[in-house]
Nanobody, 120 residues
Framework: QVQLVESGGGLVQAGGSLRLSCVVSGSIDRINAMGWYRQAPGKERELVAMRNRGGGTNYGDAVKGRFTISRINADNTVYLQMDSLKPEDTAVYYC??????????????WGHGTQVTVAS
């Protein structure tokens, strides 16, 4: 079983910054990728940022140039630095991790989400 715990969400003024954190724990042999998705009310879940084991990253078009993903491998932790926040960034942000358990079973695990609200 792999668990993800997110933190750092909250209310911020437009133009401000916020940093989200996600810690992965449990039966893990290897993490292949960690990152973030978000979902606003009435909208589909969308990619925010994803980072793989080799350091490669993918960003959603809406956040490119404003958000930065980073990872501390030793802590199984991924961060999302969000700058120049806009009201349209308001959403529940979900952490995601994919990889292998010690028995070589694959996992694709999600946190419960953290609310980010950007005020006008």
């Amino acid at each position: 079983q792999v668990q993800l715990v997110e933190s750092g969400g909250g209310l911020v003024q437009a133009g401000g910054s916020l940093r989200l954190s996600c810690v992965v724990s449990g039966s893990i042999d290897r993490i292949n990728a960690m990152g973030w998705y978000r979902q606003a009310p009435g909208k589909e879940r969308e990619l925010v940022a994803m980072r793989n084991r080799g350091g490669g990253t993918n960003y959603g078009d809406a956040v490119k140039g404003r958000f930065t993903i980073s990872r501390i491998n030793a802590d199984n932790t991924v961060y999302l630095q969000m700058d120049s926040l806009k009201p349209e960034d308001t959403a529940v942000y979900y952490c995601n991790a994919r990889g292998y358990e010690p028995n070589r079973q694959t996992y694709d695990s999600w946190g419960h989400g953290t609310q980010v609200t950007v005020a006008s």
